[in-house]
């Protein structure tokens, strides 16, 4: 019970940096808040003009998904249910930053680096129905939304675990609460494409 305790409140808190604030900071770029969407995510960033910043904060939120979940599943036998939780305090962390008010990014890819440390089989997957999505309708967003839908069902079949399969729901739930703008923008036909130029999103 300790170890999951512990497990569960480091995730939390390595989740709570924000990659995107942090590098923007390091790199001399506006901070990610007051600009742009004034979402802390790689996109953002990219927007500010910096590819890589934008790599850097993308490599980062990925990395404070996976490496909590890794390392509880390096430690011993863990059942599931622990895993899933660990994985979704780092996910939490980042929506809701304990450093940052609670206001944080989006978490596509804080959840991309669970689902990478849970099954890279999967987490594969996962990237190859973003890009397809991506390079055939030009939306992030959209692309985002349909590989965070599609997670769960490529994690029942690869990795069925009813535990692990169930937390990514609740990731997807969260992911698609965090997008609502963006899906009442696809619906209006309003959502910016990938490329172009415009300052919401």
């Known amino acids: 019970m300790g170890i999951m305790i512990m497990g569960i409140l480091v995730a939390y ?36 003009g910096s590819k890589l ?42 929506l809701y930053p304990l450093y940052f008010g609670f206001k944080g990014g989006k978490g596509v890819a804080t959840a991309l680096g669970v ?17 397809l999505v991506a390079l055939i309708l030009r ?5 985002a939304l349909v590989a965070a839908l599609a997670a769960p069902v490529y994690l029942a079949f690869v990795y069925p675990d009813p535990w692990l399969v169930t937390a990514l729901c609740v990731m997807t739930l ?9 899906i009442q923008r696809l619906l209006q036909g309003t959502e910016p494409r990938i490329g172009a130029k415009k300052t919401t999103s």
Do not use: C, E
Request: glycine share 14%; aromatic share 10%; proline share 6%.
């Open 139 to 143: 939306y992030s967003s959209l692309a």
């Open 53 to 94: 910043g934008a790599a850097l904060t993308l490599i980062g939120d990925v990395a404070k998904g996976w490496l909590p979940v890794f390392i509880v599943m390096q430690l011993g036998d863990y059942p599931g249910w622990m895993i899933g939780l660990v994985g979704l305090a780092a996910f939490l962390g980042h």
């Open 174 to 182: 969260f992911l698609y609460a965090r997008h609502y703008g963006n």
């Open 13 to 48: 808190l390595l989740g709570s940096i924000s990659s995107a604030i942090v590098v923007s900071y390091l790199l001399g770029l506006p901070d990610p808040r007051g600009t742009g969407s004034g979402n802390p995510g790689a996109t953002n960033v990219l927007r500010a």
């Open 115 to 131: 689902i990478l440390a849970i099954s890279p089989l999967t987490a594969l997957l996962v990237v190859a129905t973003w890009l």
